[in-house]
């Protein structure tokens, strides 16, 4: 059973860092994509930026292009997303998907991020 668990999430004045994990376990990642999603209020949810397990090319919203970075440990499955340069509009729940080009198909819990003006 894939499960993929959030951490590190806070509050932060605008300005700031702040770093995400994930810790994925349950499948044979090498052949998948990690993402990052977040979800802010009173909005849908949307991409933030994803990983290729294998390789480690990344790709990012134009949101947060620049200021957010993507990577992943392959010896402890985990996934990171190091935000700098933090906005108060990135405020949201922040989910860590793993899946393929055509879908994401398991997801976390979330983890909050509030960042103070």
């Known amino acids: 059973q894939v499960q993929l668990v959030e951490s590190g999430g806070g509050l932060v004045q605008a300005g700031g860092s702040l770093r995400l994990s994930c810790a994925a376990s349950g499948r044979t990642f090498g052949t998948y994509r990690m993402g990052w999603f977040r979800q802010r209020p009173g909005k849908e949810r949307e991409f933030v930026g994803n990983?290729?397990?294998?390789?480690?090319?990344?790709s990012y919203s134009d949101s947060v292009k620049g200021r957010f970075t993507i990577s992943r440990d392959s010896a402890k499955n985990m996934v990171y997303l190091e935000m700098n340069s933090l906005k108060p509009e990135d405020t949201a729940v922040y989910y860590c998907?793993?899946?393929?080009?055509?879908?994401?198909?398991?997801w976390g819990q979330g983890t909050q991020v509030t960042v103070s003006s």
């Open positions: 998907a793993s899946g393929t080009a055509l879908r994401w198909d398991y």
């Open positions: 990983i290729r397990w294998s390789g480690g090319s990344t």
